[in-house]
């Protein structure tokens, strides 16, 4: 089946410190890839949506300034979260489909902890 | 707001028993995909089932799809202990952005052997 790999997968860093968490495609061509964000023992919330070559579309709620994603490849994206504060520590989650968008193959996730 | 509202929230059987959660949502759909997460880990698809579908299966899973009810099931037969995890119904909405999914809450399944 198809794979996504998603790195790092736990990260531990300084309140202040930005991070980058990579999500790539590694035997089809996401033509869209996704982002969420999961709190514990909740579920999935859509961070934003990302097309190859275009800008992302992020979800009301989101800033985009603080979380700033880039794909410019049809296998790889990345999720920078700048100046991570300890309210960003959360289990963040990418996702990739093809031109048929269904389904959509997810990473393992990164686990984010800001001290 | 959460489109998807899976119940129980929590599950415990044992193993060899029928496991049955339900998914219920608010607005018109394309298709309902049901996903699994192992704890700490990224999510399965598992099935889909489109709007104009009422029930398919896969293996050992089932799912049913009411749409005058805005409601799904999720029915694993024959549970494994290797069946535990959370399961995740995620919706995806007619129109524009319909290949984007709205998940639930999930459901917390434990598998005792």
């Known amino acids: 089946g198809a794979v996504v790999s998603q790195h790092p997968s736990r990260v531990i860093c300084k309140s202040g410190t930005s991070v980058k968490i990579e999500c790539r495609s590694l035997d089809f061509q996401a033509t869209t890839m996704f982002w969420y964000r999961q709190f514990p023992k909740q579920s999935l919330m859509l961070m934003a949506t990302s097309n190859e070559g275009s800008k992302a579309t992020y979800e009301q709620g989101v800033e985009k300034d603080k979380f700033l994603i880039n794909h410019a490849s049809l296998t790889l994206s990345t999720l920078t979260v700048t100046s991570a504060h300890p309210e960003d520590s959360s289990f963040y989650i990418c996702?990739?489909?093809?031109?048929?968008?269904?389904?959509?193959?997810f990473g393992d996730g990164t686990r984010l902890s800001i001290l | 707001s959460q489109q998807g509202e899976e119940d129980p929230q929590a599950l415990s059987i044992q193993e060899g028993e029928n496991a049955t959660m339900n998914c219920s949502y608010k607005t018109s759909i394309n298709n309902l995909q049901w996903y699994r997460q192992n704890s700490g880990r990224g999510l399965v698809h598992l099935i889909l089932?489109?709007?104009?579908?009422r029930e398919k299966h896969s293996g050992r899973l089932r799912v049913t799809l009411d749409t005058s009810k805005k409601s799904s099931s999720l029915l694993i037969t024959a549970s494994r202990a290797a069946d535990t995890a959370s399961y995740f119904c995620a919706t995806a909405s007619t129109g524009a952005g319909s290949y984007q999914l709205t998940f639930g809450k999930g459901t917390k399944l434990s598998v005792i052997p």
């Open positions: 996702s990739a489909s093809n031109a048929g968008g269904v389904p959509q193959h």
């Open positions: 089932i489109r709007s104009n579908e």
